[in-house]
């Protein structure tokens, strides 16, 4: 895998990854605007860590009032490990993940569980562990990656970070900052993908207003006609934003969808695990016919294998938000419907109250439950959130 104009910072992934081969411990942070290449980049380390076992965890802005719910994506695949734990160690982090019932553990003995969970692992085989929007990771297990990545030594292990800002919990680690390409590789990029003869002056316009960034570079051409694009006209506007102007491109290719297809895709926009399961069993529930929604494909904007996967964060947000309310509630009551009281009972009553329109003393009595379980794994931030929400949600 190449990554045009991106050879500095392949090769700072290239060495972290020959460094955890060796026996030693990286940490990167990655960071830099939407849309820049952060995840691609994170795609190229995990193609290049033959060998490695690659563990990957991804910030989702609807699960930032969830305790611990980061964490527990990268930590689930090493559940088998927990006896090899020290008991105290072991008995913390069953509790913030939700295994067992107990007081609030010492966030020190958390952080000190993942590392010894990471380190155990490690001895199995390298690891490579990547955390994808780590601006949307919430608080708890925010906490506990920026502890482990603070006392990673030899234990085999890459933590590598992709974030919009410089993130408070993860400053004074080694970092990456990623800018968008130098003029000649996004003139290249820009050419392979117009297909026409563009002026001179209206290339280097549109590279320097977009600033390099390869994601404008490749969606804002969509869907416009040679002569628009050779005339640099509708490609970028006046007083919008760039991430706003990336989102309006996506939201014109999904406008071209069917009703199906569209539903389908706000459904995978509000369901953050990126579950297939869960996704056609709401699906089904909301009368989707899966032939029917996939007949015409998405484009490339959405992807349904072992996960759920968007192109981009970008797509999610521009699809969730452009959702009807209506249509939001009515997908957000349908995942509360499939998804398991008894083994995530939070985020079900995170999507039941999502769904309500109104005041719901159900959903707000079963939003202070909620509460209560976030403050016993130790989550003050999320108890809050569910207790806000069951507020606004009280006759």
Not at 252 to 271: H, K, M, P, V
Not at 320 to 345: K, S
Request: with cysteine.
């Amino acid at each position: 895998m190449q990554l045009l104009g991106r050879r500095r910072e392949c090769a700072a992934l290239d060495r972290t990854i020959a460094a955890v081969r060796t026996g030693e411990s990286r940490v990167l942070v990655v960071h830099g605007g939407p849309g820049v290449g952060k995840t691609a980049l994170l795609d190229y380390a995990r193609g290049r860590a033959t060998g490695l076992r690659v563990l990957r965890a991804a910030g989702v802005e609807s699960e930032m009032e969830l305790a611990f719910a980061a964490l527990h994506q990268l930590c689930g695949p090493l559940l088998d490990l927990l006896p090899r734990l020290p008991d105290v160690q072991r008995a913390a982090l069953e509790t913030v993940l939700g295994l067992r019932a107990g007081a609030p553990p010492d966030r020190f003995l958390v952080g000190l569980a993942v590392l010894s969970l990471l380190s155990e692992a490690s001895e199995q085989s390298p690891l490579l562990c990547v955390v994808d929007d780590a601006q949307w990771l919430d608080r708890a297990s925010a906490q506990a990656l920026s502890f482990v990545a603070r006392r990673l030594l030899a234990e085999s292990v890459a933590l590598v970070f992709a974030t919009r800002e410089r993130e408070p919990a993860l400053i004074g680690l080694p970092e990456l900052e990623i800018t968008g390409l130098r003029d000649g590789d996004a003139h290249a990029l820009l050419d392979s993908l117009t297909h026409a003869g563009l002026d001179r002056s209206i290339r280097d316009r549109i590279v320097a207003e977009t600033r390099g960034n390869p994601l404008a570079l490749v969606e804002l051409p969509r869907g416009l006609s040679p002569t628009q694009i050779a005339g640099g006209l509708g490609l970028l506007r006046a007083g919008d934003s760039l991430p706003g102007q990336i989102e309006q491109s996506f939201l014109n290719r999904i406008a071209e969808f069917s009703d199906q297809t569209r539903t389908l895709l706000l459904i995978a926009a509000a369901e953050p695990l990126g579950d297939p399961v869960l996704l056609w069993a709401a699906a089904e529930r909301l009368g989707i016919d899966p032939a029917a929604a996939l007949a015409g494909g998405t484009d490339g904007l959405l992807a349904i294998d072992e996960r759920v996967t968007f192109r981009h964060p970008l797509v999610r947000s521009a699809v969730y938000q452009a959702g009807p309310p209506r249509a939001r509630r009515a997908v957000h009551l349908a995942l509360a419907e499939v998804t398991d009281p008894a083994i995530d009972p939070d985020r079900r009553a995170w999507h039941r109250a999502a769904a309500a329109a109104g005041p719901d003393e159900e959903v707000a009595a079963e939003l202070e439950r909620s509460a209560g379980r976030a403050q016993a794994r130790g989550g003050r931030a999320a108890a809050a959130a569910f207790l806000q929400r069951s507020v606004q949600l009280t006759l």
